[in-house]
């Protein structure tokens, strides 16, 4: 079987990889770019521990295909902070104790932040709405919420 060569964009990193044309984008993320935040929960697109963005969409990178990327940009996890500076979002996670296990926690800032992407300004019904395709077993919704409201406020005090 020949792997296709793939050029994308990588949490703004340019990145060439070969792969499988059936190995989904989070094997590729995980095992050809030793990039691990993003865990494999379901592998159907049900849990949310996976989620990506690419090309700007919120995507279950279990459901992708590595090749499917090409020419565009993916943001993970690891693109999240700014070196040694955490995210708003990510504080605010550790501020709340809105993570236990770290299974979905990857997953769920990726959503907010693109949630928050959109709506600076989110109620928590939007909050809920949004992360509900994002699934946790260890800790209660509320704190998860709290966090992301909390850093929504402090990124509208700073811009």
Request: charged share 25%; with cysteine.
């Amino acid at each position: 079987m020949s792997k296709i060569h793939v050029t994308t964009t990588v949490n703004g990193d340019p990145v060439e990889f070969l792969c499988e044309a059936s190995e989904s984008l989070l094997d590729v993320l995980r095992d050809r770019l030793s990039l691990t935040g993003s865990k494999e929960g379901c592998g159907t697109g049900d849990c949310g521990a996976c989620s990506v963005t690419v090309g700007g969409r919120l995507v279950c990178s279990c459901l992708v295909l590595g090749a499917e990327v090409e020419g565009r940009s993916v943001e993970t996890i690891e693109g999240m902070a700014e070196g040694e500076t955490l995210h708003p979002l990510q504080r605010m996670f550790i501020k709340h104790a809105a993570l236990q296990c770290g299974i979905c926690t990857p997953g769920i800032l990726v959503a907010a932040k693109s949630l928050l992407e959109r709506n600076p300004d989110p109620t928590e019904e939007e909050v809920r709405y949004w992360l509900a395709g994002n699934l946790c077993r260890c800790t209660g919704y509320d704190k998860i919420i709290r966090a992301v409201l909390a850093a929504a406020a402090e990124m509208r005090e700073a811009s």
